[in-house]
């Protein structure tokens, strides 16, 4: 494996390392799941629970990367951002690179707060 950094960066390495250890210790971990890499159209719950199945156990936060996915469908949606995240608390699904539509049925699919009454 070859690693590379961008001379252009404005990344440090102690800005990358907070994100990641607490009193020097390693304690989170962000994998990236590259949809594009598995199809193109995601429509059912079942997948979104294939596609997670046993990362909740090992990682706070995963990251889900849309690039290069046409379609996604409101079961999928809802698995992946409401369902799974309310029976693992403290588990954090984050959808990157969404296109126009991937990023509709998204924003109609999370959690909505009601306004308060105050």
Do not use: Y
Request: include cysteine.
């Amino acid at each position: 494996m070859i690693c590379q950094t961008d001379p252009q960066t404005d990344r440090t390495l102690p800005g990358i390392f907070a994100q990641f250890t607490r009193d020097h210790a390693f304690v989170r971990t962000r994998p990236v799941v590259k949809l594009f890499e598995i199809g193109t159209v995601f429509v059912s719950r079942s997948e979104a629970r294939q596609l997670l199945n046993g990362l909740e156990a090992d990682f706070d936060t995963v990251e889900v990367d849309f690039a290069g996915v046409i379609d996604v469908g409101q079961g999928f949606v809802d698995e992946l951002l409401r369902v799974r995240p309310t029976a693992h608390p403290g588990k954090t699904v984050i959808p990157t690179n969404m296109n126009a539509a991937v990023e509709f049925m998204i924003r109609r699919g999370l959690p909505h707060t009601e306004p308060s009454d105050q």
